[in-house]
């Protein structure tokens, strides 16, 4: 098997490590929600590990073999791969939109693959090494800048940020390919400021992804990360590894346009993936209707009423005999009205005394 086709194999098995890794990983958070660290203790979490160690163990020996401009995008697979093994372990389906950037994403890297000349391993030297890494420091600087110039207008900020973590994870994938190469031909201390190299520029891409997606949402910073990362390590391996493309200058232009092919396919599955695995939002409620205010009206005063007797005077007046010597063995009835002061009183009781008489 020549170097070549080693790397492309090894490329497509790192892939569908990823992708099983990341299944495994998602199906974990998903079933301990809230748990911070209750997965640790699950073996399903050490095997996600496990996968996403093999990967970029694969990942890395396939650099050593094969161009970079080839390897690099082939990364890009992990999420095609991870489309039918959803749908084959766990069940989920894929939409539309999904199925066609996974065409779309695996014929652009298939005309890609076809186009990629074989060449020899070969490496930077200590002085381009080190202008590599300050040229490329720079860029990754002013994009941060930029991006934190830009904090009034979230989607600018964003896709800045998003490019610079993208150039600095392709550049760690440079360095990479780099320590591999001499690898092949033995460990030195040499390789202590690449391999420093590799541990800052893949800090930075994590650090500045984290910001990006801060205030933005995951589509357009993930979306653009997908995409500048192959780009900028194809480039890199076409003008300082001495990588080429068959059929001189049409083979270029056909690679780039199946490029163009490959991130259209690679935005729409990014886009099409957070799209599904958004939470649906909660239906609203009716609002509360609003109380309406009783507005009692101002009821006038009401004058004082004048004081009544006291009770033992008045009933003392009241319980005089009508007619004295009448023969009435004792007072009348007393009628508890009368004391009611006003014109409302009930009149006084007639006189129903009988008189005889005598004919």
């Not at 801060?214 to 995409?227: I, K, M, N, Q, Y």
């Amino acid at each position: 098997m020549s170097a070549l086709a080693l790397s492309v194999l090894l490329s497509l098995v790192s892939a569908v490590a990823y992708a099983g890794g990341a299944i495994v990983q998602e199906r974990v958070a998903v079933s301990s929600p809230g748990q911070q660290f209750a997965p640790m203790r699950r073996p399903g979490w050490w095997a996600a590990v496990a996968l996403n160690g093999l990967g970029g163990l694969l990942h890395v020996v396939a650099l050593a073999y094969g161009p970079l401009s080839l390897v690099q995008p082939l990364g890009a697979l992990t999420i095609v791969f991870a489309l039918p093994m959803a749908a084959l372990f766990v069940g989920r389906r894929a939409g539309a939109t999904a199925w066609r950037g996974a065409v779309m994403a695996t014929v652009g890297l298939a005309g890609l693959l076809s186009l990629v000349a074989a060449s020899p391993a070969q490496s930077l030297d200590t002085a381009e090494r080190v202008a590599v890494a300050l040229v490329t420091g720079g860029i990754v600087v002013a994009l941060m800048v930029a991006g934190r110039a830009a904090h009034r207008h979230p989607a600018v900020r964003s896709t800045l940020l998003a490019t610079g973590s993208g150039i600095a994870f392709g550049m760690s994938s440079v360095f990479t390919k780099v320590v591999a190469v001499d690898w092949n031909g033995g460990v030195s201390l040499g390789d202590l400021p690449a391999l420093g190299t590799i541990g800052v520029f893949a800090t930075a891409g994590l650090l500045l992804s984290q910001a990006a997606y801060r205030g933005a949402g995951l589509a357009a910073p993930l979306a653009t990360l997908t995409v500048v990362n192959p780009v900028v390590a194809a480039a890199v391996g076409l003008t300082l590894f001495g990588e080429a493309f068959r059929y001189g200058t049409t083979g270029t232009l056909l690679a780039l346009g199946c490029g163009v092919v490959a991130a259209g396919g690679l935005i729409l599955l990014t886009t099409e993936r957070l799209a599904s695995a958004a939470p649906v939002p909660a239906p609203e409620t009716a609002p509360p209707v609003p109380r309406e205010e009783i507005v009692v009206p101002d009821v006038p005063d009401v004058p004082d009423l004048p004081a009544v007797p006291d009770a033992p005077d008045v009933l003392e007046d009241l319980l005089v005999p009508a007619h004295a010597g009448a023969g009435d063995a004792g007072p009348r009835p007393v009628c508890l009205y009368g004391v009611v002061p006003g014109p409302y009183g009930p009149p006084p009781p007639a006189d129903r005394h009988r008189v005889r008489v005598r004919s």
